[in-house]
């Protein structure tokens, strides 16, 4: 058999055992617009699963920077930012995300996942301890792999667990942990893993890639990363720290030196999505009021953030359940293994400004008929 046939035979292989395990995926193409309305295949939808928080992503402020950005710079940044592509929007961007955060400086990534991936290997590696999270996404755990270090995971926001490993952690510890967990959208117990990490000389992490421009509130983690495609609306990662530590990225971060750089474009739509935050507080108001409602209406437990999940458990119920809704007009997409355990399969149900009251209180009524049947 030639090599092609033995390539083709090995991707059917893994395919058949993916989808008799449910896990097999497929790209629907969806038309995203303002005021988190959508299309699929020519139907409208309400969209209640992506990570537009403040809907800035269709915002006509930034798609006016993006294109200003364009015609100034152009549409691509042609090389890594250490050769010719550190466009001087990464500066402002910087400077601009750093003193959101009240730290001393900032690194622009190509997005969340190559932040963690680039700065947890340069921060720690053999002979050093990384604890980290159970429900943390999956680039933390990818970087603490990549590191070379060993790595304890901790039961999910348990303090006392994490302190016990603490006790058997050798060499430079590091801790990892979101503030506001993708899934679950519950917070990180942040001030009480910091004075942890304090008492042991370690190094706290956050990922705040669902907090940025919703969940304002003091993080004392000396390494804060985050992302720009979810409430900022455009694309891209960053890591604010000492300034020292981004100098150092700079030169050890692999994921940055050997990536190209972010489009100008993007750069100043994520700029003008900062602006807008700081301007229009009523916008992460109104999503975590949204988020309140619904759970008021289906008598689910207040929400600690914008993101409400539904536990369903069977992985088949929680598809069945999300294609109901999607033939009423919502697309709520349904979360299934390996994203989570094994029978917690569930609707991960997220609020933005851009929904209205209306909109919120016909998907609850929506849900509760479609579970009930």
């Not at 390539?7 to 993916?18: I, M, P």
Request: with cysteine; glycine share 8%; hydrophobic share 45%.
């Amino acid at each position: 058999m030639s090599s092609l046939g033995r390539l083709t035979r090995h991707a059917e292989a893994r395919l058949e055992r993916l989808r008799a395990a449910g896990q097999h995926r497929v790209l629907r193409p969806t038309h995203r617009a303002t005021d988190a309305r959508a299309s699929r295949a020519g139907r409208d939808l309400i969209s209640f699963c992506d990570n537009d928080y403040l809907s800035l992503s269709c915002d006509p402020r930034l798609i006016h920077a993006a294109c200003e950005a364009a015609r100034h710079y152009g549409v691509g940044a042609g090389a890594s930012r250490l050769i010719t592509g550190d466009c001087p929007l990464n500066s402002v961007l910087e400077q601009r995300l750093a003193a959101m955060k009240g730290m001393e400086a900032c690194l622009v990534f190509g997005s969340g996942y190559l932040a963690n991936i680039g700065t947890i290997p340069a921060l720690v590696g053999r002979n050093d301890t990384i604890l980290l999270d159970e429900l943390s996404h999956s680039c933390m755990h990818a970087g603490a792999r990549l590191s070379g270090a060993e790595i304890r995971v901790f039961r999910h926001n348990d303090v006392s667990h994490a302190a016990e490993l603490m006790q058997e952690a050798t060499g430079q510890v590091l801790l990892l942990t979101e503030t506001v967990f993708s899934m679950d959208g519950d917070l990180a117990p942040i001030e009480e893993l910091a004075a942890l990490c304090e008492r042991h000389d370690a190094w706290l992490m956050s990922d705040d890639a669902h907090g940025l421009g919703i969940m304002e509130k003091p993080n004392p983690a000396l390494i804060q990363m985050g992302t720009l495609s979810k409430a900022a609306g455009a694309y891209g990662g960053y890591v604010c720290a000492p300034a020292s530590v981004i100098d150092m990225l700079v030169s050890r971060a692999r994921s940055l030196v050997y990536t190209t750089g972010l489009p100008a474009p993007i750069l100043a739509a994520a700029i003008t999505a900062l602006d807008i935050m700081h301007a229009e507080p009523q916008r992460a108001a109104q999503a975590k009021a949204n988020a309140a409602l619904f759970c008021q209406l289906l008598d689910l437990p207040p929400p600690e953030s914008v993101i409400v999940p539904v536990i369903v458990g069977e992985e088949a119920r929680a598809m069945t359940i999300s294609a109901a809704l999607e033939a009423e007009g919502y697309l709520v997409t349904a979360i299934r293994p390996p994203t989570v355990p094994e029978g917690t399969s569930r609707l991960r149900v997220t609020f933005a400004s851009g929904h209205s009251e209306e909109d919120v209180r016909r998907l609850s009524e929506a849900l509760s008929g479609v579970m009930a049947a």
